[in-house]
């Protein structure tokens, strides 16, 4: 088995947070953009003004996909609750060609995986690429060891010169006053996702925002708020990088060579977080 060793003392993991009037997307030819909503199925009335914004916003930021953090339908699923909660939502974006990748969330029901909007494909977790940008979904309500076994032969035959990035619904680390972390499921993902170089991570299930401090050298995300909101619901503590839990939110992401341009965007179109990642680098590889 390949073993990364990453440098320690070196910041090979940096992310600069930046004023809303200083931050640009660079907007590279052959970049991989996308947005990030999560907890958003509701079919209410903020949804829909979320989901507007993200209209607005992508024509100075054409994103060409979203990856959809678990929750996506709430309540019934039905035909109606998929035309309400997501198919009318998303118009917009769905008749611009904008593909959907979603993650299945508590809230979910595990028939979302033959919507085929949803890109899942009839899997309750896959794995896609976009440039050098390799994605694995994954199934959070249920991390039996098949599912681990995989994501660990997935992410062993990723290139080197890719960035990994995971998404599923629970948060490995959250300051969230309703959930917290989900510290079982830390237990079992992240010594994988250290071994094998993973270098960001979104999940929603909070319904807040918030940026985690690096843990391990890897980029936590927690975009719960893109139609559910807890009004005051994130508790700051000594891991929060940036948070916000006063209105929906959704993440815009451009990965550009070895950097991740990131800026949050709320329902009203404030941005109230924005920065760079660069991508951490292996500083040698042991194989068997």
Known sequence: MRRRVFAIGILLLLASSQRADEFKFPLKPNSVRFAAIGDMGTGEKPEFETSDQMNQQRKAFPFDFVIALGDNI????GSADFEQKFASPYKTLLDAGVKFYAALGNHDDASERFYKPFNMNGANYYSFKKGNVHFFAL?????????LDWLQKQLQGAGNDEWKVCFFHHPLYSSARKHGPATDLRLLLEPIFVKYGVNVVFAGHEHVYERLQPQKGIYYFTEGSSGQLRPGGLERSSITANGFDGDQAFMLVEVADDQMYFETVSRVGKTVDSGVIQRQQSAGAAKP
């Open 139 to 147: 199934d959070s309500n249920y991390m039996d060891p098949k599912q």
């Open 74 to 77: 709430y309540g019934g699923h």
